[in-house]
């Protein structure tokens, strides 16, 4: 979720470059962008303007702090998912995004910065948090069991907190249990409803000989043991699929009811 997050998000820590730019998640709902570039003036404090992201036609309005150190300025943006218009979204780029950032440092220094910065130059702290804040394991259970085959299903629950729903391609995952892969599965055409946790349910094919493998005297025990779900989540937009990478770990109910 974290890779889905700084493609749509991350257009707003704009600045000429060189530049340096840092994505800090807030809550559920929030996050800050602090971006830093060269601009003239020396006023420091309060900044507001607008965010325009490939082409928009209707920019966003943002205002933040601003500190300067010499001819370098450092904006602080917080922002909230839910005022990310849609239409950002639907103009997406994987490899690249154009921006342009207007406004005012302190109501008197202009901030005017445009152009074109490749995603991967944009970093977010502490990223395996952001997709624990997003994305997780609601449960992971073997719903049938017999001497000749099993199967299992796991629920995940993904919170989408846009103000706009995100379709989903479909999804593509590995089952381990005790660090043995036992199963995968595939599911297709998934939504995730804005601004709620959506749970997803996905059925999985499991290897009956790697299970019992695996699993060893827990089976007899009606037990649990360690698992993990491995793949990626494909989100549709209209200039291509992003892959959103899954890699959760829980206890494999091996007896459900």
């Known amino acids: 979720m974290a890779r889905l997050l700084s493609l749509?998000?991350?257009?707003?820590?704009?600045?000429?470059?060189?530049?340096?730019?840092?994505?800090?998640?807030?809550?559920?709902?929030?996050?800050?962008?602090?971006?830093?570039?060269?601009?003239?003036?020396?006023?420091?404090?309060?900044f507001s303007g607008t965010i325009a992201f490939n082409g928009a036609g209707d920019p966003l309005a943002v205002a933040g702090r601003a500190e300067?150190?010499?001819s370098r300025l450092r904006i602080a943006l917080p922002l909230r998912y839910a005022q990310i218009p849609a239409d950002w979204a639907s103009r997406f780029r994987p490899g690249f995004f154009d921006y342009r950032l207007r406004g005012t440092v302190a109501g008197r220094d202009r901030v005017e910065w445009a152009g074109t910065l490749p995603w991967k130059d944009v970093s977010i702290e502490g990223e395996?948090?952001?997709?624990?804040?997003?994305?997780?394991?609601?449960?992971?259970?073997?719903?049938?069991?017999?001497?000749?085959?099993?199967?299992?299903?796991?629920?995940?629950?993904?919170?989408?907190?846009?103000s706009f729903p995100l379709k989903l391609a479909g999804a593509s995952y590995r089952l381990f249990?005790?660090?043995?892969?036992?199963?995968?599965?595939?599911?297709?055409?998934?939504l995730l409803r804005q601004a709620q946790d959506n749970d997803l349910d996905f059925p999985i094919?499991?290897?009956?000989?790697?299970?019992?493998?695996?699993?060893?005297?827990?089976?007899?025990?009606?037990?649990?043991?360690?698992?993990?779900?491995?793949?990626?989540?494909?989100?549709?937009?209209?200039?291509?699929?992003?892959?959103?990478?899954?890699?959760?770990?829980?206890?494999?109910?091996?007896?459900?009811?």
Request: aromatic share 6%; hydrophobic share 45%; glycine share 12%.
């Open 68 to 70: 300067r150190t010499g």
């Open 8 to 46: 749509f998000f991350l257009f707003a820590s704009v600045a000429a470059p060189p530049i340096a730019v840092a994505i800090r998640p807030v809550s559920a709902d929030s996050f800050t962008v602090v971006a830093s570039g060269d601009a003239a003036g020396d006023a420091s404090g309060a």
């Open 205 to 257: 094919e499991i290897e009956h000989g790697e299970l019992l493998g695996a699993a060893g005297s827990a089976l007899a025990a009606g037990g649990e043991v360690d698992g993990r779900l491995v793949g990626q989540l494909s989100v549709r937009l209209p200039q291509g699929d992003v892959a959103v990478p899954l890699d959760l770990s829980g206890k494999l109910d091996l007896l459900s009811p």
């Open 128 to 162: 395996r948090e952001v997709v624990s804040g997003f994305v997780r394991l609601s449960s992971l259970e073997v719903t049938r069991f017999s001497l000749f085959e099993s199967e299992a299903r796991a629920v995940v629950s993904v919170r989408n907190p846009f």
């Open 177 to 190: 249990a005790n660090g043995r892969e036992v199963g995968s599965g595939q599911t297709p055409g998934l």
